[in-house]
Every structure is written in C-alpha cells, then in structure tokens.
C-alpha cells in the first residue's frame, strides 16, 4: 500500500523538489560576513521531497518520510526551514502565515543534499499557490537566495552554476542524463562545521574559490561521456568531510572498487555519489555497496525538474 501522509486532509495543493549534488564545489575564503564564496556546479537529482498545503485558519508543519529517512534531526516550530520561508512570503505581501503544511522527506537530513533548502524552495512555490499571491519570479529567487544559498538552485533544478555563497544561480542547458548510487550516513553533518573544518584545514585559502571553468566549458559543449564528467567532478569540502567522518575514505574506495566511474562527497557530506555509466551499472554497483545490509543505497538519475506542482485540488 502507498503511504499518504496527507490522506484525509482535503483539498491542498503538492510540490514536489529535488535533491541537489554538487559536481563541483570550489570554495574560498571566508567573506567578512562568515559565508564563503562559492564557485558551484549544482546538478537536481531524482531524490524528492514532497511539500503539501492546505488552507487552514492556523499554521502548522508536520515532517513525515515514506522512505527509510531519519528525520529526527529536522528542526521544529520556528527553527524549521519551512517556518523561515512561510515568514517571509507573509511579510513580503503584508499577510498572515496561515495552512497546514506536510512535508514528506526522501532526501537524507543533514546529509549534503540541500533537503532543507528543498523543503524551503517548495514551501514558497506551495503557498503562494494557497494563498493566491502570485509572487513574481524576481521575488521568489530573491527570497530564496535570503533563506539559504542553497535554495534558489532547488526553485530551478537541472544543471547550474553558483556564485556568491552559492545563492546567485544561472541555470546550463545540458541534454545528457547521468546515473548515480547515493550512500547516505546514519548521522548527519553540520554545514557551519564543515566550513569551520575547512577554514582550519586552510588557513591561507584564496579569496576566490576554485574554479569549475573546465567543468562549465564541458557541460556547455557537445554531450560527452559519463568518464569525462568523472575526471572532471571536484569538491573543496570534501578533504574537510572526510577529516570529521574518516570511515567515509574507505566507502568511496569500496564504491570505486565495486565498478562505479567515480566517487566524491556530496556538498557538506557525509553523503556519498557515485557516478556509474549507466543505469545497470548503478544497480549493480547499488547492489555490491548494499550487500551487507546496514546500509542504505539508493539510485537516482541526473539533472531533473526544480520545484514543480504535482497535485492540485
Ligand atoms: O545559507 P545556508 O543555509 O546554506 O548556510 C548554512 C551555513 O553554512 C551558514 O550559516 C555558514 O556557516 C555556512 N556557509 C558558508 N558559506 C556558504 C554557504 C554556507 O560558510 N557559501
């Protein structure tokens, strides 16, 4: 049987938001005002949060997964992402936060992924549809972009780049479609703690962040080969993941090691993709990393659709 955490609640309104990996992170010194600057590649892939909306006359969020995620460490009440976002479209058209909102979670929590940048990209989309508002495109970025740097790209999806502290976001036409095995960890990570690991790991870092330029070059040309894209995914922030979680060294070589192209945290960690050539491949590299039980292993493809309606009644 299907799992409908909103079941019985009425007529509301769904969005639906991807996950997001990072196939380059290039970070700089911190800024004076504690961010890092951020030369990104960001990728949507097929791992989705579900935001629902109904039109109550008070306000609540509910968390839920339907998958195997922990969503113990999701922040509640006012502390939640969602609450953030729901405050701030309010504001900006002068009314009160009103609805019942069902967030459903199949991206990891804390995991590197951006779920609650996702959760927060949904809730602007979701309740500006409840309430009638038709908040301007230019409006909903720049909300976004004051929410979290991560949560402009989850309005988007697909392929971009980043810059600022990730919040400035120009979207890539790219055609190809790749095949990744994602690993998350029973225990999340902090972002600010891995930044911080970053900082004491370079004291000296340049004020500009590495540049994904050759990546950019790349995914605006012809259509190449899944191995070309693996020579050419970078991440800043692993080196720092890794020194918090050492144990994760020893699972990207296991996923090397099982056949897949390439393996590299994602964004913050502790999550780990794996890019394989193609769908068999992954589920067979999904299978070997899965063996031993314990371990979730999921596969998902890449990019896919930002924020989008999926239900509407
Ligand atoms: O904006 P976001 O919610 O993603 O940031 C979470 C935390 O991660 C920030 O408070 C900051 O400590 C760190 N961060 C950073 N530089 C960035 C993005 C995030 O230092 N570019």
């Not at 892939?45 to 306000?59: E, H, M, Q, T």
């Not at 230019?138 to 988007?156: H, T």
């Not at 999921?298 to 999926?310: F, I, Q």
Request: proline share 6%; glycine share 14%.
């Amino acid at each position: 049987m299907i799992h409908d955490p909103t079941e019985g609640e009425g007529p509301g309104i769904t969005v639906r938001v991807a996950a997001k990996i990072n196939l380059h992170l290039g970070v700089g010194a911190a800024r004076p005002d504690g961010f890092h600057p951020l030369d990104t590649v960001y990728m949507a892939v097929s791992l989705y949060d579900d935001i629902s909306a109904f039109g109550k006359r008070y306000f609540r969020i509910d968390t839920t997964s339907s998958g195997h995620i922990d969503i113990d460490d999701v922040p509640e009440g006012e502390d939640n992402i969602v609450a953030h976002a729901a405050r701030a479209l309010a504001r900006l058209h002068g009314r009160r936060r009103t609805g019942r909102i069902v967030v459903d979670k199949s991206i990891p929590v804390a995991g590197g992924m951006a779920g609650g940048s996702a959760d927060a990209a949904g809730a602007l989309v979701a309740l500006d549809r409840l309430w009638g508002l038709h908040t301007s495109d230019e409006d909903l970025v720049r909300l976004a972009g004051e929410l979290g740097s991560d949560v402009p790209f989850a309005l988007f999806g697909g392929t971009a780049h980043g810059t600022g502290r990730g919040e400035l976001v120009r979207p890539i036409a790219h055609e190809a479609t790749y095949w990744w095995v994602i690993v998350p960890s029973r225990a999340g990570l902090s972002t600010p703690e891995v930044f911080r690991c970053f900082d004491r790991l370079h004291p000296h870092a340049p004020a500009e962040p590495t540049s994904g330029g050759a990546l950019l070059e790349w995914l605006e040309g012809q259509p190449g080969s899944p191995e070309e894209l693996g020579a050419l995914l970078h991440n800043d922030l692993q080196a720092p993941a890794l020194e918090l979680r050492p144990e994760l060294a020893d699972l990207l070589v296991e996923g090397t090691s099982a056949g897949a192209i390439r393996g590299l945290v994602s964004g913050s960690g502790p999550t780990c993709l794996f890019l394989c050539g193609s769908g068999e491949e992954a589920q067979r590299v999904a299978g070997e990393l899965g063996a031993f039980g314990r371990r979730t292993v999921l596969v998902a493809t890449g990019p896919v659709a930002g924020a989008h309606l999926v239900k509407y009644d």
